[in-house]
């Protein structure tokens, strides 16, 4: 049996500026939606919130474009962004006033899973968040379509 987190995922490039974020968390909100979950405020502001932080992460320290790609695995949704940096991303110790540093630990806190590794473009840093049953009455795995 194939595993659908491998399967058919929905990807898109993300430029090079902390500008193309907001875009990010937009398009990846509006996939799940695609997908026929309904998103209560809670789960569709925890999706934005990591997103953001991941895919900034990305951004901020590489310089260069991601891709975000967004899976439906049946109980969780999936994040993925691949950055061209082959360092494995962990949570630093921001301080109490520090303007950066927590992304991570947001992640940590609020997906179910994350993780970083590499992978042949660099590296891949992903999250996954549970959906609750009430939010998966229309959803789908996607499958194939025949021409």
């Given at each position: 049996?194939s595993?659908?987190?491998?399967?058919?995922?929905?990807a898109?490039t993300v430029p090079?500026?902390?500008?193309?974020?907001s875009?990010?968390?937009?398009?990846?909100v509006s996939r799940?939606?695609?997908?026929?979950?309904?998103?209560?405020?809670?789960f569709?502001?925890?999706?934005?919130?990591l997103?953001g932080?991941?895919?900034?992460?990305?951004?901020?320290?590489?310089?260069?474009?991601?891709?975000v790609?967004?899976?439906?695995t049946?109980?969780?949704?999936r994040?993925?962004?691949t950055?061209?940096?082959?360092?494995?991303?962990?949570?630093?110790?921001?301080?109490?006033?520090d303007?950066?540093?927590?992304?991570?630990?947001?992640?940590?806190?609020?997906?179910?899973?994350?993780?970083?590794?590499p992978c042949?473009?660099?590296?891949?840093?992903w999250?996954?968040l549970?959906?609750?049953?009430?939010?998966?009455?229309?959803?789908?795995?996607?499958?194939?379509?025949?021409p």
């Open positions: 049996m595993d659908p987190l491998r399967e058919f995922p929905y898109f090079p500026s902390v500008e193309a974020v875009s990010a968390r937009i398009r990846v799940a939606q695609r997908l026929g979950l309904l998103l209560d405020d809670e569709a502001n925890d999706l934005r919130l997103t932080e991941v895919v900034a992460n990305a951004i901020t320290h590489t310089q260069a474009a991601c891709v790609s967004v899976r439906w049946g109980e969780r949704l994040v993925e962004v950055d061209v940096e082959p360092t494995l991303v962990r949570p630093s110790h921001a301080d109490m006033m303007e950066s540093g927590r992304g991570l630990f947001l992640v940590d806190a609020l997906a179910v899973k994350w993780g970083s590794e042949a473009a660099g590296k891949r840093t999250f996954e549970a959906v609750p049953d009430s939010a998966r009455a229309t959803a789908t795995v996607p499958t194939p379509t025949t």
